[in-house]
């Protein structure tokens, strides 16, 4: 059974960081590319951040760019997004999800414009003081 599991949610005040964790399991995960999307209330979800696991390859949206990382543990096939210098317009669930890296457009995934394979449940952020 496919999983992607997010965790590392939660609340934090404003300029503070947070690192989300996405455990997968019951695929091939050095064979994929892992998503991160968020979704704030009354607002369409949104590419923040990708990485190709094969070869390490990271994009980021501008709106997060120089303030979030991406990476892995690919031993544990877990892909972690840490966020820093956080304000309350990153507040949203995240979801990780994943795509077969055959299929994998940087800019397109990114942009939402194409599918992906295989979604997590989401973690809420919330950045407030």
């Known amino acids: 059974e496919v999983q992607l599991v997010e965790s590392g949610g939660g609340l934090v005040q404003p300029g503070g960081s947070l690192r989300l964790s996405c455990a997968a399991s019951?695929?091939?995960?050095?064979?994929?590319?892992i998503g991160w999307f968020r979704q704030a209330p009354g607002k369409e979800r949104e590419g923040v951040s990708f990485l190709k696991i094969s070869d390490g390859v990271t994009r980021y949206a501008d709106s997060v760019k120089g303030r979030f990382i991406i990476s892995s543990d690919n031993a544990k096939n877990t892909v972690y997004l840490q966020m820093n210098s956080l304000q309350p317009e990153d507040t949203a669930v995240y979801y990780c999800?994943?795509?077969?890296?055959?299929?994998?457009?940087?800019?397109?995934?990114?942009?939402?414009?194409?599918?992906?394979?295989?979604w997590g449940k989401g973690t809420h952020v919330t950045v407030s003081s």
């Open positions: 019951g695929f091939t995960f050095g064979s994929y590319a």
């Open positions: 999800a994943a795509v077969r890296d055959i299929y994998y457009n940087p800019t397109y995934h990114l942009r939402g414009f194409y599918g992906m394979d295989y």
